[in-house]
């Protein structure tokens, strides 16, 4: 839903006439993918606004490519060779922050999911959380604040 390249592609060149859907790509057209604009389609997606992680589990989506309503590997001939090496180093990032750690929001700063377009998708406002490791004796050691990257 917050797809962190929001142009999918690089520019690629028709170097035929074709057409997408109803709409005809004259030859030299360059084109790209707003996958940011499927993902924030209430057509496509209800409330796409809304942190709504149960969505994916009332509705099985594929991410690899074979669904166009979610592609953050892209998708056809050109879809991102290291797709099943980014989901892998990501779920194992995931899953080793919160095996090791509690998270908590920050009681300062609230968690604000508004989005900053740049080359890549970043967060408009830094997260900024609290981290208890899960392995002290009491389990309430603060940590650090960790802030993570803004605009
Ligand atoms: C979460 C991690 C990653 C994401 C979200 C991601 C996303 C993407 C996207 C959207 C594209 C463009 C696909 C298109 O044009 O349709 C792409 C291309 C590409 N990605 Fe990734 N990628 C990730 C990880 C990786 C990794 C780990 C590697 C290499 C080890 C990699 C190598 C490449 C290469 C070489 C291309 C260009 C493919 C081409 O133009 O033929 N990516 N990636």
Redesign the pocket.
Same mark, same amino acid.
């Given at each position: 839903m917050h797809p962190? =390249?929001p142009l999918?592609?690089?520019a690629r060149l028709a170097i035929h006439d074709t057409c997408v859907g109803p709409h005809f790509v004259p030859a030299g057209t360059t084109a790209m993918v707003n996958m940011w604009a499927i993902t924030h389609d209430d057509k496509v997606w209800p409330e796409p606004g809304k942190f709504r992680p149960e969505r994916f589990l009332e509705d099985d989506v594929a991410i690899m490519g074979s669904d166009l309503r979610l592609a953050?590997? !892209?998708? !056809?001939r050109?879809?991102?060779?290291?797709?099943a090496? =980014?989901l892998a180093?990501?779920q194992l990032w995931l899953a080793q922050l919160l095996h090791n750690f509690e998270w908590t929001a920050s009681h300062n700063h609230a968690v604000d999911l508004s989005e900053c377009l740049k080359l890549s998708m970043e967060m408009k406002q830094p997260l900024i959380c609290k981290a208890f490791p899960r392995t002290t004796s009491t389990n309430q050691e603060r940590v650090s604040d960790f802030g993570g990257f803004g605009c």
């Open positions: 962190p =390249g999918l592609s690089w953050p590997f !892209g998708s !056809g050109r879809v991102c060779p290291g797709k090496m =980014g180093t990501v």
